[in-house]
C-alpha cells in the first residue's frame, strides 16, 4: 500500500518529455526510453526489476561507444566516458574517498536500488554534491552525471 502511495507521488512530480527543459533529460525521455528496438545485455548483470534492466539496455544501446563497468572496475580510465553501475553507498563512499573530478564530464552512473529506506538518506546527500550537474529520479533507479556545462539540476523523470 504505502509504495502505491510513494509511486502516486512520484508521478505527480515527474514530468514527460515535454516537461523538461533539459536537452539532456529531454534525450534520455524522448529518444532513450521510447525507442522500440533494444539489444540485450550482459545477462550476468543482475537488476532489481525489471524497469530496470530494460531502460539499461536502451541507455547501452544508444550509447554504443560507452562501455558499461562497475565502479570498482579497476580497468576504468579518467578519460573516456562510461555507463558505470553501482549503488547509493558505493558511489557517496568512491566519491569520499576518489573525488568526482577524475571522471569524464559525460559519464553516466546508473544507481540501482536507490529509492529503499536505507539508501534513501544517501540518495539525498549525494544529489546534493556540487559537482553533480545532472541528477534524475527515476522511481525504480537514478541517474547521476558531472556535465560541468549544464547548470545543476535534480530531474524526476517518467521514463514508461
Same mark, same amino acid.
Given at each position: 500500500?504505502?509504495?502505491?502511495?510513494?509511486?502516486?507521488?512520484?508521478?505527480?512530480?515527474?514530468?514527460?518529455?515535454?516537461? @523538461? &527543459?533539459?536537452?539532456?533529460?529531454?534525450?534520455? =525521455? /524522448? =529518444? =532513450?526510453?521510447?525507442?522500440?528496438? =533494444?539489444? @540485450?545485455? #550482459?545477462?550476468?548483470?543482475?537488476?532489481?526489476?525489471?524497469?530496470?534492466?530494460?531502460?539499461?539496455?536502451?541507455?547501452?544501446?544508444?550509447? +554504443?561507444?560507452? +562501455?558499461?563497468? /562497475?565502479?570498482? #572496475?579497476?580497468?576504468?580510465?579518467? /578519460?573516456?566516458?562510461?555507463?558505470?553501475? @553501482? /549503488?547509493?553507498?558505493?558511489?557517496? &563512499?568512491?566519491?569520499?574517498?576518489?573525488?568526482?573530478?577524475?571522471?569524464?564530464?559525460?559519464?553516466?552512473?546508473?544507481?540501482?536500488?536507490?529509492?529503499?529506506?536505507?539508501?534513501?538518506? @544517501?540518495?539525498?546527500?549525494?544529489?546534493?554534491?556540487?559537482?553533480? &550537474?545532472?541528477?534524475? #529520479?527515476?522511481?525504480?533507479?537514478?541517474?547521476?552525471? +558531472?556535465? +560541468?556545462?549544464?547548470?545543476?539540476? &535534480?530531474?524526476?523523470?517518467?521514463?514508461?
Amino acid at each position: 500500500m504505502f509504495s502505491c502511495l510513494e509511486y502516486t507521488a512520484f508521478l505527480w512530480k515527474a514530468k514527460g518529455r515535454h516537461g @523538461t &527543459h533539459s536537452p539532456f533529460a529531454y534525450w534520455l =525521455v /524522448d =529518444v =532513450v526510453a521510447r525507442q522500440k528496438k =533494444v539489444q @540485450t545485455i #550482459d545477462q550476468s548483470i543482475s537488476f532489481q526489476t525489471q524497469k530496470e534492466k530494460l531502460f539499461f539496455a536502451k541507455l547501452s544501446s544508444c550509447l +554504443p561507444t560507452y +562501455p558499461i563497468k /562497475d565502479l570498482d #572496475d579497476p580497468g576504468l580510465k579518467s /578519460d573516456q566516458q562510461y555507463i558505470i553501475r @553501482t /549503488d547509493c553507498t558505493s558511489f557517496l &563512499h568512491h566519491i569520499n574517498t576518489h573525488g568526482l573530478r577524475s571522471w569524464h564530464p559525460e559519464t553516466i552512473f546508473f544507481i540501482s536500488n536507490f529509492n529503499t529506506k536505507p539508501q534513501q538518506r @544517501t540518495w539525498l546527500s549525494i544529489i546534493q554534491l556540487s559537482e553533480l &550537474h545532472f541528477s534524475a #529520479d527515476c522511481f525504480y533507479f537514478g541517474l547521476l552525471s +558531472p556535465r +560541468p556545462g549544464q547548470a545543476k539540476e &535534480h530531474f524526476y523523470l517518467k521514463l514508461s
